[in-house]
């Protein structure tokens, strides 16, 4: 009874445990390592056996043999010989052709300077120092000289009227030898005892401070044409004067003989005369006083010949003027006493004639032209016992 009992308690237990699902078993231990392998074959064995006369034998177990020679060590070897020279090396292989370099691209402005523009780089001007300007080329130095006295007269390539109203310096202030003087030097040369405006004590432009003569011996042709033409004038100092503006006044044709005289044609006072001057003259604003310094012209025709002087006398002056020159009343001068009292201005009257401002010629220029004529003329003509004063 009581068997039975647990038989179906056990039943049940087993019929209840059958119908639910428990949790997965922990892993099992690792089984145990498993026997050592066979043996694998034996590997070839050989035996060396001296064979005698410097040999030996050699025996392996799979019946192969070999017999070797015993090495015997090798002598010590003698020194190499000393190397030849090596021949020289191949030349180089030519280097890689250079890069391009950048393209420049020049234009002639046709006044003797050339711009340059490389790539995009800035332009520049370059400037060739041998041009020469066409127009400079056509000039006519003396018809300049003739200008730089009186520039409207037809003698100097003018129009024959001083109208134009560009050149508005007062009286007759538009001559350039007015301001510069017939020796170009201005205040530095014949010009030394006048004063204008910015002494108030007068009212007529200050005449020129400037050396023309430096001038031109430091700038190109075209450079003293720019500066003469000088477009719309320039203001030359704080007392009104006015440097006139000669670019309507003046063809281009002119300013270039002006330019031709100024270099070729003007003589140097030096070749001539001297000059000596005791100081500036010296304005008193007080009283609008000036006193002027002294000038003292000497030396004159010192570089001359006075015979030959006066053989270009008779030949080319004598027909008007007289053998002694005393014919011809010049402002009350003789011809000797004018070259002796004006020698910065008679040479240049000579040379560049005398021109009326009416146009008509009184005396022809380049009666003598030349240089060493004109110190021969001047040194027969500073004789004052041969070319008297007029009485
Ligand atoms: C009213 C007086 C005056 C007259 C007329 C005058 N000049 Fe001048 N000129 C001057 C003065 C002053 C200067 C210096 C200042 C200047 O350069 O503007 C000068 C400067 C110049 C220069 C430049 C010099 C330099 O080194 O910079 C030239 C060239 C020149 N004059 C030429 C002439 C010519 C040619 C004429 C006639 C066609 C003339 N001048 C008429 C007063 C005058
Ligand atoms: C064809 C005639 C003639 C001949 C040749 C001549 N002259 Fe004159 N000369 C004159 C006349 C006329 C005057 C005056 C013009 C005037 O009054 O403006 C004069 C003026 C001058 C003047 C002064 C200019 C002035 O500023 O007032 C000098 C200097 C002069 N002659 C020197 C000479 C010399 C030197 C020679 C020789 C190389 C010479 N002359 C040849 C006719 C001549």
């Given amino acids: 009874m009581a068997i039975t009992r647990t038989l179906v308690t056990l039943a049940v237990a087993l019929i209840a445990g059958m119908a639910c699902t428990g949790p997965d078993g922990a892993r099992g231990p690792a089984g145990p390592e498993g026997a050592a392998g066979p043996a694998g074959p034996a590997g070839t064995s050989c035996t060396v056996a001296d064979s005698g006369a410097g040999s030996r034998t050699i025996t392996c177990d799979d019946g192969t043999t070999a017999v070797i020679a015993d090495g015997a060590d090798g ?3 003698a020194d190499g010989a000393a190397g030849a020279d090596g021949a020289a090396g191949a030349d180089g292989a030519a280097g890689a052709a250079g890069a391009d370099g950048a393209s420049c691209v020049g234009v002639d402005n046709g006044d003797g300077s ?60 538009v001559r350039c030898k007015t301001c510069h003087g017939w020796d170009g030097l201005g205040n530095h040369g014949a010009y030394a005892n006048r004063t204008g405006m910015s002494t108030g004590a007068a009212s007529r432009p200050d005449v020129s401070g400037v050396d023309l003569r430096a001038t031109v011996a430091s700038t190109s042709a075209q450079e003293l044409f720019d500066l003469i033409q000088g477009t719309g004038g320039r203001d030359l100092n704080t007392a009104g004067n006015r440097h006139p503006d000669y670019s309507t006044a003046l063809t281009e044709g002119q300013i270039w003989n002006i330019v031709k005289f100024m270099r070729e044609e003007w003589i140097y006072p030096e070749e001539l005369y001297r000059l000596a ?14 006193v ?61 004639g005398q021109i009326s401002g009416t146009s008509t010629v009184a005396m022809e220029p380049a009666l003598v032209s030349d240089t060493d004529d004109l110190a021969d003329l001047y040194k027969a003509l500073a004789n004052s016992m041969t070319y008297p004063d007029l009485p």
Avoid at 145 to 172: C, K, P, R
């Fill in 75 to 77: 002598a010590a070897g």
């Fill in 114 to 173: 050339f711009t340059i523009t490389c790539g995009t780089d800035p332009a520049f001007t370059v400037t060739d120092p041998s041009y020469v300007p066409a127009g400079y080329t056509a000039a006519d130095g003396i018809k300049g000289g003739i200008a730089y006295s009186q520039w409207w007269v037809t003698q100097g390539d003018g129009d024959g009227t001083l109208t134009d109203a560009a050149v508005t310096v007062g009286s007759e202030f």
């Fill in 277 to 290: 001057v005791d100081g500036p003259p010296v304005y008193t604003a007080a009283d609008g006083t000036v």
């Fill in 292 to 352: 002027s310094p002294t000038l003292v012209y000497y030396a004159i025709g010192a570089n001359g010949d006075a015979t030959r002087g006066t053989t270009v006398y008779t030949t080319a002056c004598a027909g008007c003027h007289g053998t002694d020159g005393t014919t011809i009343a010049l402002g009350g001068d003789s011809v000797g006493e004018l070259v002796r009292k004006k020698p910065n201005e008679a040479w240049f009257k000579v040379k560049f």
